[in-house]
C-alpha cells in the first residue's frame, strides 16, 4: 500500500522483490545475507555427493529390490579427488562452498561473474575464467549466483552443450538461472551425467514435472538455508531489521538500492 515504509525479507536474495519500484518509493529493504552461508553451503555440498554418489537412487535400490549380488560399475559414479571444480558466483556462499570442497581433493577451482575477485580466489587458487571455458573443463559445476537480468537463463542448451559427459551440474542459487527444459534434454539424453537442484522453476515444482521423471536428477524442496539455528537467526536478524526502519535507524543489513 502507498503507507509501506520497510520491507524485511528472510532470504539472502532479493529478486522477489520489484527494486525498482521500491526504490522510487524510498521504501528500505532489509535481507539476511551472511547468516545463512554455512548452511546453504553444506547443503550445497550434500546435493553435490548425492548426485555424483547416486545417493537417491541407491537407496531407492536398496527398497525396491535391485540390490542383489555385487557387480563391480553397479551403481558407480563420479567422485571430487583430482577433479576440477566450477562455481559459477565465488560470493559468500560460493567461497564457503569452495572452502569446504577443497579437503575433498579437489585438482583446481574455476570460477566466473561480473569481474575477477583475486583476494577472494586466492585462497583455493581459482581462476576467472569466461562462462563457456568453465562449462568446458569442469567436472562439477556448482551454481551459487545471485539472479539478475545478466543471470537469468544463462545455464541453457549452449551451456549444457559445452560441459563433459561425465560431469555434473549443482544450483542452490535462484531456478530462474537454469533454463529447466534444456537441463531435461541435456540430462535425458546423456549429455552431462547428473544434476542437483534446490530451487526450480517455480516452486514447489509440480509433481508431473518432467525433471521429476530422471534417475540423474536429484531435486530438494529450497531447503538450502534449513537448519533451525540458521532459520533462528535469520528471523531474528529479519525482526531487527523491520525495527530499525520502522525507527528510521540504520539496519543491522539493509540492501543499498
Known sequence: GPGLKVISTLSVGFDHLELDEIKKRGIRVGYTPDVLTDATA??????????????????????????????PLWMCGHGLSNSTVGIIGLGRIGQAVARRLKPFGVRKFLYTGSGPKPESAAEFGAEFVPLTRLAEESDFVVVTCALTPATQGMCNKDFFGR????????????????????????????????????????????????????????????IGSATYATRSTMAVLAANNLLAGLRGEPMPHELKL
Open 42 to 71: 553444506e547443503l550445497s555440498v550434500a546435493l553435490l555427493l548425492s548426485a555424483c554418489r547416486r545417493l537417491p537412487e541407491a537407496a531407492e535400490q536398496v527398497k525396491s529390490g535391485g540390490w542383489t549380488t555385487w557387480k
Open 163 to 222: 560441459m563433459k559427459k561425465t560431469s555434473v551440474f549443482v544450483n542452490t542459487s535462484r531456478g530462474a538461472v537454469v533454463n529447466q527444459e534444456d537441463l531435461y534434454d541435456a540430462l535425458a539424453h546423456g549429455q552431462i551425467a547428473a544434476a542437483g537442484l534446490d530451487v526450480t522453476t517455480p516452486e514447489p515444482l509440480p509433481t508431473d514435472h518432467p525433471l521429476l521423471s530422471l534417475k540423474n536428477c536429484v531435486i530438494l524442496p529450497h
